[in-house]
Nanobody
Framework: QVQLVESGGGLVQAGGSLRLSCAASGRSFSSYAMGWFRQAPGKEREFVTTISGSGATSIYVDSVKGRFTISRDNAKNTVYLEMSSLKPEDTALYYC?????????????????WGQGTQVTVSS
């Protein structure tokens, strides 16, 4: 079972930036898509973005397009989420997850390993 450890969350003012990291254990990291999801208090977990195993393809939820960028370094077994122009509505616990296959998907049921999450709080 792969282990995923997120880091980089924190408190930031609206309009600010944060960079989240997710380090994965195990082998064959590049064989799997990676995704970021988030869950705000009182709300269901929602898809944020995903990237293919090679890093060539990514998908974003409309609400973060143009503000968030997902990337990965397969040599370091790490996926990143660069967040800019942050808004209070971006406040949530952010989880990274490993997909079951190499192609990216927004469907959470196609991810089989999840991290513990890192909190992002955006103040107005």
């Amino acid at each position: 079972q792969v282990q995923l450890v997120e880091s980089g969350g924190g408190l930031v003012q609206a309009g600010g930036s944060l960079r989240l990291s997710c380090a994965a254990s195990g082998r064959s990291f590049s064989s799997y898509a990676m995704g970021w999801f988030r869950q705000a208090p009182g709300k269901e977990r929602e898809f944020v973005t995903t990237i293919s195993g090679s890093g060539a393809t990514s998908i974003y939820v409309d609400s973060v397009k143009g503000r968030f960028t997902i990337s990965r370094d397969n040599a370091k077994n790490t996926v990143y989420l660069e967040m800019s122009s942050l808004k209070p509505e971006d406040t949530a616990l952010y989880y990274c997850a490993r997909g079951r296959l190499t192609f990216p998907t927004m469907r959470s049921e196609l991810y089989d390993s999840w991290g513990q999450g890192t909190q992002v709080t955006v103040s107005s």
